[in-house]
């Protein structure tokens, strides 16, 4: 079934350690994005990429780094993981930056950094 | 910049009953708007989209939605609630670049 598949599915993190969470998916989409989800706050972007070999910064890029290497894998890196990062993060995608198509989503994941 | 309000965190109501979740939205230019589901443990789900065109959309699941320009809004309506519709609900608006926003949500308790 064609999708996004975020990995881990949750982790518990000491402060300061390094953190990289996995995204793939296998619809061929040109854009990808990164959100973390906190109560009260909804949905707030992280990092994007409009294509391979392309990134940007969202609304709350700081502490966090992503990559593109190719149109399928968009990884988030925590380069030294902080509390506030306690989130549940997701990755999206959609067909085209300039499409009008919605953006679809993985399942997320569950992060804890004590 | 472009935001999105849902005033209301927390709506129950019972299992028959109508529904309606509330978004208002600002944006400088023609909007594009979403709603979107998130059962527990899951992704968001899209539900429906207005880009242009009818002002009344027609989602999944029974729900549709109302753009009106004129209040700035787009809220979410179900003529009747089954148990299943329990979940968080997300507005969202932008599209067309990466300024995409989203509302804080909506919990939807369904009363038996």
């Known amino acids: 079934i064609a999708g996004i598949t975020q990995a881990p599915t949750s982790q518990i993190l000491a402060a300061g350690r390094r953190m990289t969470l996995r995204c793939t998916q296998d619809?061929?989409?040109?854009?990808m994005y990164w959100y973390r989800q906190d109560l009260g706050l909804g949905l707030r972007l992280i990092h994007y990429?409009?294509?391979?070999?392309?990134?940007g910064k969202g609304e709350v890029p700081d502490g966090y780094s992503v990559s593109r290497a190719n149109t399928d894998d968009f990884p988030l890196t925590l380069a030294s993981a902080v509390p506030s990062q306690t989130s549940v993060y997701f990755c999206?995608?959609?067909?085209?930056?300039?499409?009008?198509?919605?953006?679809?989503f993985g399942d997320g994941t569950r992060l804890s950094i004590l | 910049a472009q935001s999105v309000t849902q005033p209301d965190i927390h709506i129950t109501v019972s299992e028959g009953a109508s529904l309606e979740l509330r978004c208002n939205y600002s944006?400088?230019?023609?909007?594009?708007l979403f709603w979107y589901v998130q059962s527990p443990g899951q992704g968001l789900q899209l539900l429906l989209k207005?880009?242009?065109?009818?002002?009344l959309v027609q989602g999944i699941k029974g729900f549709e939605a109302e753009f009106k320009r004129s209040q700035s809004s787009f809220n979410l309506r179900k003529p009747s609630v089954h148990w299943s519709d329990a979940a968080e609900y997300f507005c969202?608006?932008?599209?067309?670049?990466?300024?995409?926003?989203f509302g804080a949500g909506t919990r939807l308790t369904v009363k038996p």
């Open positions: 999206a995608s959609r067909e085209d930056r300039g499409s009008n198509q919605p953006q679809h």
């Open positions: 619809m061929r989409h040109n854009a």
């Open positions: 990429s409009n294509t391979a070999g392309t990134t």
């Open positions: 944006y400088g230019a023609t909007p594009y």
């Open positions: 207005y880009f242009s065109g009818d002002t």
């Open positions: 969202a608006v932008g599209g067309n670049n990466n300024d995409m926003r």
